[in-house]
């Protein structure tokens, strides 16, 4: 399929779904905004955690940054200038840790991503509770589910864009070698610790603009709610599932993740926790590249892996 | 008031240390980030729990039976999940990524089980709640036995995994697992004890916490936490270095509360873990790499 038809495929499917909420009521915009919400998440992660294999938990730190900023800023400034806050923050943020980490490999940056949510969510509740004395906040904005939809939409062809624009630029090139062999992609000539800043922000940003355009639909915002690190978990399964290597994947792996755990939630909340326990055993297990790569994996006559999955087999 | 907090953080350090002893072996020697460590823990605080408010079996008793239980749970999890990964990981740092993805997963299903079975409330009981004068300063015997089995399980296994040759085996598979087999030391079998060995030290912290705390199904990642930055502050697989580490933890964590602001207790500890992950990733205890 030449670049030209899948271009012109994807913005009719963009204009199909530009126009999908028209037709639906209140829930069914509700379904999309989610679900659009999590396909940019996941997208947004595995732009970075994908081809450098640098399995991050710091998504809701960002995102949980987005909305804060919302919430504090939306009586004082116009909307998007209110936006463009929450991506310099995001921003700066992203910058600091991953200036401050780019030395940590594997397990220690898992843990460190994991700690560092919960040391922002600490530090904000602390924050409210001692210096402004309310816990959580009221957002106003005169925006209907369909408005949150549309925003968070074109940012889901933009990070798709972004997203096959890296992977065939020198830049998407060096993190591909970066994730083989940090090592010999340093001796390569590839300046390391750039390419993984400059992924890493870029991806943090977009996740803060989620967290941002949501923040409307909660109304009342405290940090438990979008400090919350279920989110982090959900994207990072979502990726997993379609494959965080391959454009398509996470929002393949999102779109179905998302309306199960609705369902779930809807009818087994008690269940809720052990089945998205087993559920992340299972893609681990079986598909540890994701269901796209398997796919073509069933497709290839067997007994012929391409060495890039063979040896790709183990890693997230 | 200094001695006080002093003995305050003691108490609570020698329970993180027990906590993160468990979790030191089974990332040492197992090569496994047990992200559902706490989880572990939890679930023992409620086999305690039940054993002690179903069949008025005292908390120290009870060590004999969710120790071992501990032990044979651990064991076979590590065969049913953890073998398969192991086998199929390139290396190392395939599968402490992969462990890390399987033992939350691990992590959601434990904390489920235990949701369904005890529902989210605080739960805990009264046992030796009865005021001891120790050195000007009431501390509640509970609290004491608590620090007095985390230090003798602590120095037990320490001299156990130092002095024996079973321990030496372990020790050998930790520092040099490529070696290892060269001598007749058969790997899976020492990977699985020292997983099964954590599982069973994080029983016994179970049983310990529940004697003198209240819990609840979802705090076992609280636990997780603070064991992760004991076993960085001490280094990866070094005994000593939990020992020491979740001592120092305690102390600080009381220090912030008693003289800065109890709100940031926890982020105080985050703080002094994120910046030993950036300096020092290796910990004061372990070796190089």
Known sequence: MSTTVAFILAAAALAGLAVAPLFLNAYGIGLLVGMTGYVVLASAWAMFSGPTRYVSLATVAFFGIGAYTVAVLSETLPYPLVLLCACAIGLTVALIVGLSTLRLAGIYFVIFTFGLAELIRQLVTWYEVNVTGTLGRYI????????????????????????????????????????????????????????????????????????????????????????????????????????????????????????????????????????????????????????????????????KVPPEDKERSGAA | MLIDTLITGLVAGGTYALVAMGLTIQFGISRIMNLAHGDTIIAACFASFILFSVFGLSPILALMIVVPAGYVLSDAIYRLIMRPLVARAPNAGALEVDSILVTFGLLFVIQGVLLVAFGGNYTGYTFLNTPVDLFGTIVAANRLLALFLALVFGITLIFVLSRTRWGMTLRAVSIAPENAPLVGIDINRAARTAFALGGALAATAGVVVSMYQTFTATIGVIFTMKALIVVILGGKGSLTGA?????????????????????????????????LLILRPTGFFGQAG
Request: glycine share 8%; net charge neutral.
């Open chain 2, 243 to 275: 020992l020491i580490g979740g001592l120092l933890l305690g102390l600080v964590e009381t220090f912030v509360a008693a003289y800065i602001d109890p709100g940031l207790t926890l982020a105080a500890t985050y703080t002094i873990f994120l910046l």
């Open chain 1, 140 to 303: 106003f904005l005169p925006f209907e589910g369909i408005h949150i939809y549309w925003q968070l939409l074109a940012l889901a062809a933009v990070t798709l864009l972004l997203s096959w624009w890296i992977s065939r630029s020198r830049l998407g090139l060096a993190l591909r070698a970066v994730g083989d062999d940090e090592v010999v992609a340093a001796h390569a000539g590839i300046n390391v610790s750039r390419a993984k800043l400059m992924l890493f922000a870029l991806s943090a940003t977009i996740i803060t603009l989620v967290g941002a355009i949501q923040a409307p639909r909660w109304v009342y915002v405290e940090p438990a709610i979008v400090f919350n690190p279920t989110i982090s978990f959900l994207t990072l399964i979502m990726a997993l599932l379609g494959g965080a290597t391959r454009l398509w994947g996470p929002a393949l792996g999102a779109v179905p993740l998302f309306l199960l755990f609705e369902w779930l939630s809807a009818n087994f909340p008690n269940y809720f926790s052990i089945i998205l326990g087993i559920f992340f055993i299972c893609i681990v297990f079986f598909l540890p590249q994701g269901v796209l790569a398997k796919i073509e994996g069933l497709r290839r006559p067997a007994g």
